[in-house]
């Protein structure tokens, strides 16, 4: 059974920062992408977030939405199958649910598909 589970979420002034956590199980790494994706606020009945943040180790590389470069930084610990997303210089349009993803990096970065997800963690950046 795959299992993401995501943590690290919280409430944080504007310019602050965070890290999210997503624990995964039931996957490999060596086979899956994992993405971060964020749902903004007052869009949960859409089915898919904004693609944040993806790391592939089949393709050995990391791949960022414009608006978090240089701000956002993923990786990953293989030894306990988890990936970080570090947040730095957070702003208010930072806000929102986020939540890892796991599949092929074709399908999860280029296409915004996945078979599997988790719950995700919320962020809410204050003004």
């Known amino acids: 059974e795959v299992q993401l589970v995501e943590s690290g979420g919280g409430l944080v002034q504007a310019g602050g920062s965070l890290r999210l956590s997503c624990a995964a199980s039931g996957v490999s790494f060596d086979n899956y992408a994992i993405a971060w994706f964020r749902q903004a606020p007052g869009t949960d009945g859409e089915r898919d977030g904004e693609?944040?943040?993806?790391?592939?180790?089949?393709?050995?590389?990391?791949y960022y939405a414009d608006s978090v470069k240089d701000r956002f930084t993923i990786s990953s610990d293989n030894a306990k199958n988890t990936v970080f997303l570090d947040m730095n210089n957070l702003t208010p349009e930072d806000s929102g649910v986020y939540y890892c993803?796991?599949?092929?990096?074709?399908?999860?970065?280029?296409?915004?598909?996945?078979?599997?997800r988790g719950q995700g963690t919320r962020v809410t950046v204050s003004s």
């Open positions: 993803a796991a599949d092929t990096l074709l399908r999860i970065w280029v296409a915004g598909l996945y078979d599997y």
């Open positions: 693609r944040v943040a993806c790391i592939s180790k089949s393709h050995g590389g990391t």
